[in-house]
Protein backbone atom coordinates (compact mmCIF):
# COMPACT_ATOMS: atom_id res chain seq x y z
CA UNK A 1 0.00 0.00 0.00
CA UNK A 2 1.34 3.24 -0.76
CA UNK A 3 2.16 5.93 1.79
CA UNK A 4 -0.49 8.38 -0.38
CA UNK A 5 -3.04 6.06 0.38
CA UNK A 6 -2.47 5.13 4.10
CA UNK A 7 -2.15 8.95 4.62
CA UNK A 8 -5.96 9.25 2.95
CA UNK A 9 -6.90 6.05 5.02
CA UNK A 10 -6.06 7.82 8.19
CA UNK A 11 -7.83 11.24 7.22
CA UNK A 12 -10.66 9.22 6.53
CA UNK A 13 -11.14 7.30 10.17
CA UNK A 14 -10.69 11.16 11.64
CA UNK A 15 -12.62 12.83 8.94
CA UNK A 16 -15.56 9.92 10.19
CA UNK A 17 -15.05 9.93 13.91
CA UNK A 18 -14.69 13.43 14.92
CA UNK A 19 -18.55 14.45 13.32
CA UNK A 20 -19.98 10.90 15.15
CA UNK A 21 -18.51 12.37 18.54
CA UNK A 22 -19.58 15.20 17.68
CA UNK A 23 -23.15 14.41 16.98
CA UNK A 24 -22.81 12.05 20.49
CA UNK A 25 -22.18 15.28 22.50
CA UNK A 26 -25.00 17.17 20.70
CA UNK A 27 -27.47 14.57 22.37
CA UNK A 28 -26.90 15.65 26.17
CA UNK A 29 -26.64 19.58 24.80
CA UNK A 30 -26.62 22.39 22.45
CA UNK A 31 -24.31 24.49 24.75
CA UNK A 32 -21.18 24.92 23.15
CA UNK A 33 -19.37 25.19 26.66
CA UNK A 34 -20.44 22.16 27.97
CA UNK A 35 -20.29 20.16 25.09
CA UNK A 36 -16.35 21.38 24.93
CA UNK A 37 -16.59 20.14 28.89
CA UNK A 38 -18.02 16.55 28.03
CA UNK A 39 -15.36 16.52 25.18
CA UNK A 40 -12.57 16.91 28.03
CA UNK A 41 -14.29 14.36 29.96
CA UNK A 42 -14.51 11.75 26.86
CA UNK A 43 -10.57 12.31 25.82
CA UNK A 44 -10.19 11.72 29.88
CA UNK A 45 -11.82 8.17 29.39
CA UNK A 46 -14.14 9.07 31.71
CA UNK A 47 -16.72 6.42 30.43
CA UNK A 48 -18.64 6.15 33.81
CA UNK A 49 -19.93 9.18 33.43
CA UNK A 50 -21.31 8.76 29.74
CA UNK A 51 -23.10 5.55 31.25
CA UNK A 52 -24.13 7.61 33.87
CA UNK A 53 -25.46 10.30 31.10
CA UNK A 54 -26.84 7.59 28.95
CA UNK A 55 -28.65 5.65 31.44
CA UNK A 56 -31.03 8.73 32.69
CA UNK A 57 -31.04 9.84 29.32
CA UNK A 58 -29.89 13.30 30.38
CA UNK A 59 -29.90 16.56 28.72
CA UNK A 60 -27.31 19.24 30.18
CA UNK A 61 -28.21 23.48 30.45
CA UNK A 62 -27.16 26.13 31.95
CA UNK A 63 -29.97 27.60 34.12
CA UNK A 64 -31.12 30.17 36.77
CA UNK A 65 -30.94 27.84 39.38
CA UNK A 66 -33.23 31.10 41.48
CA UNK A 67 -35.54 30.41 39.50
CA UNK A 68 -35.97 27.14 41.03
CA UNK A 69 -36.14 28.11 44.51
CA UNK A 70 -34.08 31.93 45.76
CA UNK A 71 -32.07 29.56 48.32
CA UNK A 72 -30.52 27.29 45.17
CA UNK A 73 -28.92 30.36 43.81
CA UNK A 74 -25.37 29.69 45.55
CA UNK A 75 -25.83 25.86 44.61
CA UNK A 76 -23.37 24.46 41.48
CA UNK A 77 -25.81 22.47 39.72
CA UNK A 78 -29.04 20.78 40.72
CA UNK A 79 -29.87 17.29 39.19
CA UNK A 80 -33.76 17.33 38.10
CA UNK A 81 -36.56 15.43 36.53
CA UNK A 82 -39.58 17.63 34.39
CA UNK A 83 -43.17 16.40 35.11
CA UNK A 84 -42.38 14.31 31.61
CA UNK A 85 -39.94 12.35 33.45
CA UNK A 86 -37.08 13.67 31.25
CA UNK A 87 -33.74 13.96 33.12
CA UNK A 88 -31.73 17.33 33.34
CA UNK A 89 -28.57 18.13 34.89
CA UNK A 90 -29.03 22.50 35.71
CA UNK A 91 -25.62 23.90 35.76
CA UNK A 92 -26.38 27.26 37.76
CA UNK A 93 -25.63 30.61 35.04
CA UNK A 94 -23.30 31.90 37.48
CA UNK A 95 -20.63 29.51 36.41
CA UNK A 96 -21.01 30.13 32.61
CA UNK A 97 -17.74 31.36 32.31
CA UNK A 98 -16.38 28.48 34.54
CA UNK A 99 -13.35 26.93 33.02
CA UNK A 100 -14.52 23.59 30.77
CA UNK A 101 -12.23 21.83 33.56
CA UNK A 102 -14.47 22.78 36.02
CA UNK A 103 -17.31 22.84 34.43
CA UNK A 104 -16.82 18.83 33.71
CA UNK A 105 -16.10 18.24 37.30
CA UNK A 106 -19.87 19.49 38.23
CA UNK A 107 -21.21 17.83 35.35
CA UNK A 108 -19.27 13.79 36.36
CA UNK A 109 -20.40 15.04 39.59
CA UNK A 110 -24.43 15.39 38.40
CA UNK A 111 -23.43 12.39 36.52
CA UNK A 112 -23.95 10.23 39.41
CA UNK A 113 -26.85 11.02 41.04
CA UNK A 114 -29.50 8.10 40.05
CA UNK A 115 -31.85 8.13 42.84
CA UNK A 116 -35.05 10.47 43.07
CA UNK A 117 -33.88 10.84 46.75
CA UNK A 118 -30.15 10.80 47.57
CA UNK A 119 -28.68 9.09 49.78
CA UNK A 120 -25.59 9.87 52.02
CA UNK A 121 -23.65 6.85 49.61
CA UNK A 122 -24.87 8.47 46.57
CA UNK A 123 -23.59 12.18 47.24
CA UNK A 124 -20.16 10.80 48.88
CA UNK A 125 -19.81 8.96 45.66
CA UNK A 126 -20.48 11.66 43.30
CA UNK A 127 -18.46 14.06 45.67
CA UNK A 128 -15.59 11.49 45.56
CA UNK A 129 -15.93 11.27 41.42
CA UNK A 130 -16.06 15.18 41.18
CA UNK A 131 -12.67 15.28 43.36
CA UNK A 132 -11.20 12.55 41.02
CA UNK A 133 -12.28 14.29 37.83
CA UNK A 134 -10.62 17.69 39.28
CA UNK A 135 -7.24 16.36 40.36
CA UNK A 136 -7.11 14.40 36.87
CA UNK A 137 -8.49 17.51 34.96
CA UNK A 138 -6.81 20.48 36.65
CA UNK A 139 -3.98 21.94 34.57
CA UNK A 140 -1.50 23.26 37.11
CA UNK A 141 -0.06 25.55 34.33
CA UNK A 142 -3.17 27.13 33.77
CA UNK A 143 -4.30 30.30 36.07
CA UNK A 144 -8.11 29.65 36.70
CA UNK A 145 -10.30 32.62 37.85
CA UNK A 146 -10.82 32.32 41.70
CA UNK A 147 -14.82 31.17 42.49
CA UNK A 148 -16.43 29.80 45.06
CA UNK A 149 -16.52 26.51 42.59
CA UNK A 150 -12.76 26.64 42.29
CA UNK A 151 -12.29 26.53 45.95
CA UNK A 152 -14.79 23.83 46.08
CA UNK A 153 -12.77 21.48 43.84
CA UNK A 154 -8.91 22.51 45.39
CA UNK A 155 -10.88 21.47 49.11
CA UNK A 156 -12.71 18.54 47.70
CA UNK A 157 -9.00 16.94 46.31
CA UNK A 158 -7.58 17.99 50.06
CA UNK A 159 -10.10 16.30 51.72
CA UNK A 160 -9.69 13.06 48.92
CA UNK A 161 -5.90 13.30 49.44
CA UNK A 162 -5.98 13.47 53.34
CA UNK A 163 -8.92 10.80 53.52
CA UNK A 164 -7.75 6.85 54.58
CA UNK A 165 -9.61 3.80 54.59
CA UNK A 166 -10.70 4.75 58.16
CA UNK A 167 -11.62 8.00 57.60
CA UNK A 168 -13.50 9.13 54.45
CA UNK A 169 -13.39 13.27 55.02
CA UNK A 170 -15.35 13.74 52.23
CA UNK A 171 -18.01 12.00 53.52
CA UNK A 172 -17.63 13.39 57.27
CA UNK A 173 -17.34 17.19 55.58
CA UNK A 174 -20.73 15.71 53.90
CA UNK A 175 -22.32 14.42 57.50
CA UNK A 176 -22.02 17.58 59.32
CA UNK A 177 -23.09 19.95 56.70
CA UNK A 178 -26.23 21.49 57.44
CA UNK A 179 -27.63 21.27 53.69
CA UNK A 180 -27.62 17.64 53.45
CA UNK A 181 -28.07 16.74 56.69
CA UNK A 182 -31.29 18.32 56.07
CA UNK A 183 -31.88 17.09 52.45
CA UNK A 184 -30.37 13.18 52.75
CA UNK A 185 -32.47 13.54 56.53
CA UNK A 186 -29.15 12.29 58.44
CA UNK A 187 -29.72 12.29 62.16
CA UNK A 188 -26.13 13.96 63.98
Known amino acids: MSI ?5 AIVMVIFCTVPAFASYVDTFTRDTDIKD ?7 AGAQE ?11 IAFYDLS ?14 EDSMGNRYILLNSKYKNASKEELACIIAHESFHKLKVATLEEETLATEKE ?20 ARLDRLVALSDAS ?12 HNSFYRQQLAINQ
Not at 4 to 8: E, N, Q
Not at 49 to 59: A, G, I, M, T
Not at 131 to 147: G, I, P, R, T, V
Open 49 to 59: VFDNLEENSVK
Open 67 to 80: QISYSYKDHFAVNS
Open 131 to 150: AYYWSLLKDENKDYEYSPLL
Open 164 to 175: DSDHNLIQEKIK
Open 37 to 43: ALVLLEN
Open 4 to 8: KRIIV
